[in-house]
């Protein structure tokens, strides 16, 4: 049973860089599309960007410019950067699966991980 | 603001059947097939209803999902308390070349 589990500082400053990782157990990273989600406390959804075991990104234009995602298909994990970062960028940030052809199918995700922004 | 629109709170009482609506576009729904996630206080989103109607194993046929046009609705028979969560719709949108979702509906089991 494939599980994932994002992990990362829960206290990022204002202006820095958030980075988190979302380790694959029980499976493996290749052939799937892995994305990054967040949500604000009390808010809805919001997808972040996508990464595909081969490499390939797309990100949200919202934060594009400001996100990385990588993955090591080595060590089973992928990988969120989010630089500049203010309270906005505070949230639950959720890594999730998808498969090819089913882009809005999020077939697994990781239970989540709450990073705050300080100033 | 989501590119999806549902409404923000729904409920019913226990037996009941309820429906959650999810309005989109052409560029999203009219083109696209629709998912659902049901998320509990305190937990990640879990799929419940795939490519419009399907439901992945586990998830009970008191769920259905239906689309027509560039809308799409849950429905939730033999209401239950356990069924108290927040529904997002999600799908994939041509213009944004990414997945987008709808604002989530809190449904209440009176």
């Known amino acids: 049973q494939v599980q994932l589990q994002e992990s990362g500082p829960g206290l990022v400053k204002a202006s820095e860089t958030l980075s988190l990782t979302c380790t694959v157990s029980?499976?493996?990273?290749?052939?799937?599309?892995w994305n990054w989600i967040r949500q604000p406390p009390g808010k809805g959804l919001e997808w972040i960007g996508y990464i595909y075991s081969s490499g390939s990104t797309y990100y949200n234009p919202s934060v594009k410019g400001r996100v990385t995602i990588s993955v090591d298909t080595s060590n089973n994990q992928n990988s969120l950067k989010l630089s500049s970062v203010t309270a906005a960028d505070t949230a639950v940030y959720y890594c999730?699966?998808?498969?090819?052809?089913?882009?809005?199918?999020?077939?697994?995700w990781g239970q989540g991980t709450m990073v705050t922004v300080s100033s | 603001q989501s590119v999806l629109t549902q409404p923000p709170s729904a409920s019913g009482t226990p037996g009941q059947r309820v429906t959650v609506s999810c309005s989109g576009s052409s560029s999203n729904i009219g083109s696209n097939t629709v998912s659902w996630y049901q998320q509990l206080p305190g937990t990640a989103p879990k799929l419940l209803i795939y490519s419009n109607n399907q439901r992945p194993s586990g998830v009970p046929d008191r769920f259905s999902g239906s689309k027509s046009g560039t809308s799409a609705s849950l429905a939730i028979s033999g209401l239950q308390s356990d069924d108290e969560a927040d529904y997002y719709c999600a799908a994939w949108d041509d213009s944004l070349k990414g997945p987008v979702f709808g604002g989530g509906t809190r449904l209440t089991v009176l």
């Open positions: 999730a699966r998808t498969t090819v052809g089913a882009m809005a199918v999020f077939n697994i």
């Open positions: 029980g499976g493996s990273v290749s052939s799937y599309y």
